[in-house]
């Protein structure tokens, strides 16, 4: 699987913004997707996943209410949809896909895409 993130930006506090990641090869559908970001200075950590049927979905505490992850299977693409953005949110995005597992544990991630610069400024 080859994953595509884009839709990153500069936006200001309270803002909002719509991450997509397209994916491409082995059959999107069956796989879960997931949303990681990376401040600078700090480690890679857990955003959002979601089952590959949709019916399941996990959200970091600090993104809860704020978040929402969904998928079109037919488009081959998952979305990041944050709204109410702040300053903490500034990161790199990372989309990645695995076998229809659902957690926030790096090690479970198979494919991971490049990232997408989201900036929130104050």
């Known amino acids: 699987v080859q994953l595509q993130a884009y839709g990153g930006g500069l936006v200001q506090a309270g803002g909002s913004l719509r991450l997509s990641c397209a994916a491409s090869g082995r059959t999107f559908g069956k796989h879960a997707m997931g949303w990681f970001r990376q401040a600078p200075g700090k480690e890679r950590e857990f955003v959002a996943a979601i089952s590959w049927t949709g019916a399941s979905t996990n959200y970091a505490d600090s993104v809860k209410g704020r978040f929402t992850i969904s998928r079109d299977n037919a488009k081959n693409t998952v979305y990041l949809q944050m709204n109410n953005l702040k300053p903490e949110d500034t990161a790199l995005y990372y989309c990645?896909?695995?076998?229809?597992?659902?957690?926030?544990?790096?090690?479970?991630?198979?494919?991971w895409g490049q990232g997408t610069l989201v900036t929130v400024s104050s």
């Open positions: 990645a896909a695995n076998r229809n597992i659902v957690t926030s544990r790096f090690d479970a991630w198979d494919y």
